[in-house]
């Protein structure tokens, strides 16, 4: 167990709809960072947050938002979904803000678009 | 453009064999280089990091080598374990930019 917790464990709506997904960072880690994992693809970083505040930026689409709570807990948005969103969304976290720092992963949440 | 390459796409192996995952990268210069390993539907854990100085690092049954001048990595398991079934990630940090690329990873599979 890495200290990371995820919720839901898994999602599944409609096309077009919007969802999202939380994650609660290890106690003492002040970055959080959210992933996306498709069937035949490796992990795609997403966004980094970093005490709050958006820290690194990577294939995020703009239909995708994110925020880092007072309490470092983080939420996905995910808006406008396809078909093609359907993935497994990891939030990791670490205690500083690079990127190259050990990032602990959470299980995972697993969305089905239908 | 950065990349990080990793074979082969997929292993089989009887329990108690021991293999070797290869990596590499494109990546220069470079901070480290990590191997993580990922069981289905669970996220990654790390096994291994080597600094660009380091040549090689173990982790119980799992040993990383790392060549900074051919720009390779292999990951050594040895004597495997039915739970060894897993993707093997290798995820290189990009010393310019600070930014992380991962492999796309090796599927292992353990047969008893």
């Known amino acids: 167990d890495s200290g990371v917790t995820q919720t839901p464990k898994h999602l599944i709506t409609a096309t077009g709809q919007r969802v999202t997904l939380r994650c609660s960072p290890r106690s003492g880690d002040l970055s959080v960072y959210w992933y996306q994992q498709s069937l035949d693809q490796g992990l795609q970083f997403l966004i980094q947050?970093?005490?709050?505040?958006?820290?690194a930026k990577g294939n995020i689409l703009e239909r995708f938002s994110a925020q880092q709570f007072p309490d470092l807990h983080s939420e996905l948005n995910l808006s406008s979904l396809e078909l093609g969103d359907s993935a497994l969304y990891f939030c990791?976290?670490?205690?500083?803000?690079?990127?190259?720092?050990?990032?602990?992963f959470g299980p995972g949440t697993r969305l089905t678009v239908t | 453009k950065n990349q990080v390459e990793q074979s082969p796409q997929s292993l089989i192996i009887l329990e108690g064999k021991n293999c070797t995952l290869q990596c590499n990268y494109t990546v220069s210069p470079f901070s480290n280089l990590r191997w993580y390993k990922q069981d289905t539907g669970r996220g990654p854990v790390s096994l291994t990091i080597?600094?660009?100085?380091?040549n090689t690092k173990s982790n119980g049954r799992y040993t990383a080598t790392l060549d900074a001048d051919t720009k390779q990595s292999s990951l050594h398991i040895t004597a495997s374990q039915l739970s060894d079934s897993a993707s093997y990630i290798c995820?290189?940090?990009?010393?310019?930019?600070?930014?992380?690329?991962f492999g796309k990873g090796t599927r292992l599979h353990i047969l008893p």
């Open positions: 080597m600094t660009f100085s380091e």
């Open positions: 995820v290189v940090r990009d010393y310019r930019d600070d930014k992380i690329i």
């Open positions: 990791a976290s670490s205690v500083g803000a690079g990127l190259g720092e050990e990032q602990y």
């Open positions: 947050y970093y005490n709050g505040e958006e820290r």
